[in-house]
């Protein structure tokens, strides 16, 4: 059985029913619900910004390079930032709109 270090909770946004915890383990910051260990929203290391630990993000920036030079971009969802982020840095002057539902993931 693999063991699973310990994650130093370093903050906790919203309220109770519907809160996200801020952690961070083995050099990675990540986002998660309070409610279920199992969905995470992301993670990103803390000292390389475009470093993440996610499918999600391989698959945007697979579809975001079909585009040569994109001048705008919606994002559905903002989770840890990572793919604004990622857009940003493949493209500095891309205006970008992010629709997110989730308060506490805005919060955080």
């Known amino acids: 059985m693999r063991r699973r270090r310990r994650e130093n ?26 409610d279920n260990d199992a969905l995470v929203q992301g993670v990103m290391h803390c000292n390389r910004p475009l470093d993440f630990r996610s499918e999600y993000v391989r698959q945007q920036l697979a579809a975001a390079l079909c585009h040569p030079g994109p001048r705008t971009a919606l994002c559905l969802g903002l989770g840890v930032g990572a793919v604004p982020r990622l857009w940003r840095a493949l493209w500095p002057n891309l205006h970008i709109d ?11």
């Open 98 to 108: 992010i629709v997110e539902i989730n308060e506490p993931i805005i919060a955080a």
């Open 9 to 34: 909770i370093i903050g906790r946004v919203g309220k109770e029913s519907s809160s996200v915890i801020i952690y961070e383990r083995n050099g990675y910051r990540g986002l998660r619900f309070a």
